[in-house]
């Protein structure tokens, strides 16, 4: 299912990786004290400015700043969008 937006300019708008659920020991980790993730799948770029070409592409996994972008909820998942800037590395 293919969503229906386009990010503007160097905007690009990404899935965050779940949250991990247990430790490599086995403890359960609860709501409350889970981090929020800095990892996530790209779904959607734009086009770019005109001196600069978009480095990422769909599909990619990239990671980001903790409190990078924007939070959106689009047909019932949570998605974020941010700048081509705010993406630290493609994984």
């Known amino acids: 299912m293919a969503l229906n937006i386009k990010p503007l300019s160097d905007r690009v708008l990404v899935e965050p990786v779940a949250a991990?659920?247990?430790t490599a020991s086995g403890i359960y980790i609860p709501e409350t004290a889970k981090e929020k993730p800095q990892k996530g799948k790209?779904?959607?770029v734009?086009?770019?400015k005109k001196d600069h070409d978009?480095?990422?592409k769909v599909g990619d996994t990239v990671l980001y700043g903790k409190y990078s972008g924007t939070e959106l909820k689009l047909?019932?998942?949570d998605y974020l969008m941010m700048r081509e800037d705010d993406i630290?590395?493609?994984?």
């Open 20 to 22: 991990e659920t247990q």
């Open 42 to 44: 790209v779904v959607a």
């Open 46 to 48: 734009g086009s770019g």
């Open 54 to 56: 978009m480095t990422v």
């Open 75 to 77: 047909e019932g998942k």
């Open 88 to 91: 630290l590395a493609i994984v």
